[in-house]
């Protein structure tokens, strides 16, 4: 049973440019969750989605940013006109849910957004 | 405001010896507590979990108490190896199916 895959593992883009961070749940979760991580900071969590629909987005920005979870596919982090202060590890995680009577997260390897 | 605090500061201790490891919370009211372990450059992996209604969870070496009155849990691995040296991760799931990380305490088991 694979895990939480994301890619790409590390990005680079200039200022300006767009980045769009994708994430494959593990197999049978329909939940999925986005934290972003600072250099030498703690967890952040930013958006929790199910299947096409956003759940909560209290921790994304409220400009550049944009989730989404379609119905066939990965889940997608974008980030347009990326920013040096975008520069972190953005963190995909999944869960069965609460129907799934789990409540533990399973986390994806991240991906490290360089933005120079 | 609701905080989530973990010590900061590196805890050193010595193979074979027993890491204990705080986390402390305010205004919060967290139906679970849970713990994640996170190796540098990797993502956090799920240790535990705790309801608000148990004392203490055991699993292998692991053990996790939680106390709502005190507002903290404790976090012990016991005979800890240096292949426990890893940064720990306390999480409140409040409601909602979101978690709130802590900062996260750096354990380094020396041999």
């Known amino acids: 049973n694979a895990g939480v895959m994301q890619n790409p593992r590390h990005l680079v883009r200039r200022r300006g440019q767009e980045a769009r961070l994708r994430c494959s749940p593990m197999?049978?979760?329909?939940?999925v969750y986005w934290y972003r991580q600072l250099p030498e900071e703690g967890l952040k969590f930013m958006v929790y989605l199910q299947k096409e629909n956003i759940i909560d987005e209290s921790g994304m920005p409220k400009e550049r940013f944009s989730a989404e979870f379609p119905k066939e596919g990965p889940s997608i982090l974008r980030i347009q006109q990326v920013v040096r202060g975008d520069s972190a590890a953005y963190f995909c995680?999944?869960?069965?849910?609460?129907?799934?009577?789990?409540?533990?997260?399973?986390f994806g390897p991240g991906t490290r957004l360089t933005v120079t | 405001s609701q905080k989530i605090e973990q010590n900061s500061e590196a805890l050193n201790i010595q193979e074979g010896k027993t890491a204990t490891l705080t986390c402390n919370y305010t205004n919060y009211s967290p139906a679970y507590l849970q713990w994640y372990r996170q190796d540098p450059g990797r993502g956090p992996v799920f240790l535990l979990l705790i309801r608000e209604n148990e004392k203490e969870k055991r699993k292998e070496r692991l053990k996790v108490t939680f106390d709502t009155t005190l507002k903290q849990s404790l976090f012990h691995i016991t005979a800890s190896q240096p292949a426990d040296s890893a940064t720990y991760l306390c999480a409140l799931y409040n409601a909602g199916n979101m978690l709130t990380f802590g900062g996260g305490t750096r354990l380094m088991v020396k041999p």
């Open positions: 995680a999944s869960s069965p849910g609460q129907a799934g009577g789990s409540y533990e997260q399973y």
């Open positions: 197999k049978g979760h329909s939940h």
